[in-house]
């Protein structure tokens, strides 16, 4: 069982044990060396780079890498382009939540609605990428960026996302996806640890000064996730069991941005803090933050004296969730999963629900009783 982004995958085995999930080992294999494409380049070169590098989230990637630029170069960024980004964020924000859902659920829709659902996800794609286009030039016609959110969120409405409450649109395929969850194992419920700005400093520090930190990060003492799930604190409908909940906190994070994209399209306002941070650091470097999709990417550049990076390290939401022994294993290990494709279909549901940025492969394997 696969699920195909972009190059790479991870690979998710585990051992089963009268249905319960007893070992559980993740291992990625990802393209490596992208950070050094950027070492040398002129910092004013990067972000368009990391836009055409990135296949996912590739506005994300961009803007992270400017904010980082910016504060190496010590450069604010002016109000109008912020504006602009915090617009393209949240669009690509949106559809990349709902694509992967739509694209991946492991249980094919039924003919008629499917015929509908990839009109309305098509109507989301150009809608998002209207307001992308638009802010990559860094600036944004107020009056298009109105027409064009209205129209991401009638599509995300029609696909499911509700304009009120928790529940996905009766008779949409979100609501579909919901029921679907009803005879999927059900995971232990534990409070997520987030990734937040508090983080960023600890974070870049180890970044830094450890090589295997982008790989590999961890804060000590913590299990960290980022992400929708946590985000919204894991606390939406506690009552609903585990699946049902990460897939509610999705829906209610595309609410949320749909929301702030309304409130910046009709007042030019916007809570920057809440999904972009960056700073300075040591050795003329400069860290960006942004929240996408799939939690909180990390960009940090080094600019040497000649207006060239010289270093350059790119942390993804991914490496935090899917870590050997992150919350993705921990949420698993011991969890009453069943045997062969019923337990797979079970594995397949918690990882996409986790949403890596890769295509992720996964074995059960029976353990040997004597």
């Not at 064009?148 to 409450?165: C, F, Q």
């Not at 870049?204 to 960290?224: K, N, Q, W, Y």
């Amino acid at each position: 069982m696969s699920y195909l982004l972009s190059a790479g995958t991870i690979r998710i085995d585990v051992t089963v044990s009268r249905g319960l999930a007893c070992s559980v080992a993740v291992k990625a294999n990802r393209p490596e060396g992208l950070a050094r494409m950027f070492v040398g380049r002129r910092a004013e070169e990067a972000p368009a780079l990391a836009g055409q590098v990135f296949s996912l989230c590739g506005f994300a990637q961009s803007l992270a890498c400017r904010i980082a630029v910016l504060n190496a170069t010590d450069t604010p960024m002016g109000d109008e382009e912020r504006v602009a980004a915090g617009a393209g964020l949240l669009a690509e924000r949106i559809f990349e939540t709902l694509r992967p859902l739509i694209l991946h659920w492991p249980t094919p829709l039924p003919e008629k609605m499917a015929l509908g659902v990839g009109r309305q996800l098509r109507e989301a794609l150009a809608a998002s990428q209207a307001i992308v286009s638009q802010a990559r030039s860094g600036q944004i016609a107020k009056d298009s960026l109105a027409a064009d959110a209205a129209r991401l969120s009638a599509a995300a409405h029609a696909l499911g996302t509700p304009r009120d409450g928790d529940e996905p649109v009766a008779g949409s395929v979100l609501a579909a996806m919901l029921q679907d969850l009803g005879d999927a194992a059900d995971f232990a419920q534990r409070t997520p640890e987030p990734l937040t700005a508090d983080d960023d400093a600890e974070v870049i520090a180890r970044l830094s000064d450890e090589p295997d930190f982008a790989r590999m990060p961890h804060l000590p003492g913590r299990v960290v996730e980022t992400g929708a799930f946590a985000r919204r604190g894991g606390a939406t409908l506690s009552c609903e069991p585990h699946l049902a909940r990460r897939l509610i906190a999705r829906i209610g994070d595309i609410q949320d941005c749909l929301a702030q994209l309304a409130r910046l399209a009709a007042t030019g306002e916007q809570d920057w803090s809440s999904f972009a941070a960056g700073g300075s650091t040591p050795s003329a470097g400069g860290y960006g933050a942004v929240e996408c999709a799939r939690g909180r990417l990390y960009h940090h550049a080094e600019v040497g004296s000649d207006g060239r990076l010289a270093a350059y390290r790119i942390l993804a939401p991914t490496e935090w969730n899917f870590h050997p022994v992150g919350p993705f294993v921990e949420r698993l290990l011991s969890s009453q999963i069943g045997t062969g494709e019923s337990a797979a279909r079970s594995v397949s549901l918690l990882a996409l629900l986790f949403d890596p940025c890769v295509a992720f492969e996964i074995g059960i394997r029976e353990a040997a009783h004597a």
